[in-house]
């Protein structure tokens, strides 16, 4: 191997290795088919963030997690890069579901105090106006002039919702990031 | 009293955001004799919070079905995040007993329950498979002739297939260019037709989103549209309002006019551009587009 080669993919050691979080992944909802995976990589060649995104790449995050790379998968900023789109899911021959395990991987990196701080953003917004933006009488007055009824979601109506399920305290307890190296070399 | 009634869902974005599409889809449909009522305690679907805990998105999407069933009427949602997510949360829901009584204890205490009763119908399908495409092409008396149209499908239209796809096959999907094709504009194909939007992503790689919305218009550019056609609230965010940003990215300019389809059935039924249809509300103007219309109006 090329010595930047070994410089980009160090090895993995048994320090690096978390034997349950497969076990983890796979009781969480979403997760249920990581196991599945039999690294065809149709899902990375499928996948529209790939093809502009080097940092990101479906198969390679699913291998990371087979392997049990706990931190290195939680704590990235790559498990967010994922729009959702379902192209993978759709195409994948082991129905391992890609799309939902995407979101099981970001529901346990919130539960183990990495969510993306775009996360709390939302959180919070929904929790005061029930949707992700505010309206007000700035935004009531335009929909009013272009002849549309005003819009009045009652506050907090999503509040006790998020404080039921948790998500409010744990969203309290975020750990600070790691942050990445100047050239963003964490992929 | 009019065959059809729905609860509208506007989402989160539609109501600040994309007010064109509110308007023009509100005149189509009363136009076309399809009631809808607001309700203000419909609040975000729970989409933009499946990232972070599934149980607190299910249950965000759940009150919303619950106040609707209270209301005794099925949704219509004009975002397709929200009616994925609400799809896929009905289905969930009516599949797991464990999980709906969980949900319902969570329910019980705003004095709500959720039992299935109501329905989620994005508006598109409602177009062509409940209104029907022979009703709807009797509303058409002023045919978009030759006015070139590039559909975006968009993703929680079609995907998860099993839940949301309805007739369409996500690869090779058709609806929409059967609706387009209805207002006599033609649909054209191109590359990158099938391509996301970015909106999930927005928040967290902003970069990547506006390539992706780069990548699609140029592919738009390359087959000579007239115009994007969308319906979807956030797809409208993406392309509509977040052009300019991938025009930078890209150092190029694309000015490419982003319609919702209710615009473009709107301009077919003969309603006014700006006085029904809120063409005054596009970012991207479509004013060589309405030229055109004139002009092809006056010749015949
Ligand atoms: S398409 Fe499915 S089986 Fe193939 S690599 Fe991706 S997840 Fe694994
Ligand atoms: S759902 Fe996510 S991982 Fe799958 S193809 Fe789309 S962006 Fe890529």
Redesign the pocket.
Known sequence: MPEDAIEEYPLVTDDDIDPTFVQRVSATPGGEHLL?????????A?CPVRAIDDEFN??RI?RMALLGLKDEVLQSDFIWFCTGCYI?QE??????R?TE?MMAFRNVATEEGYPHPTVAIIADTVAKHGIIMEIGEFENEKRVKAGLPPRNVPEDVHRGILESTGLTETLKKAKPRPTKDADGGDA | MSKFKFALFLGCNAPVRTLNYDRATRVVLSKLDVEVVDQDEFACCGYPLESADHLTAITMGARNLAVAEREGLDILAICSACSGSLMRTRSMLIEDEELRKDVNERLAKMGLEFTGKSKVRHIMRFFHEDYGMEELKKHVVRPLDGVKVAVHYGCHYLKPSEIVGGPDNPEMPHTVDELVDLTGAESVDYTERLLCCGGAILGYRERDSQLLIAKKMQSILDVEADCMEMHCAFCGVMYDGNQKAAERIADKKFKVPVLPYTQLLGLAMGLDPYEDLGFKLNRVKAKDLLAKLEEVGSES
Do not use: E, K
């Open positions: 599945d995976c039999y690294a065809c990589g149709t899902c990375s499928s479906p198969r699913i993978c195409r994948c021959p082991q129905d391992v890609i395990l």
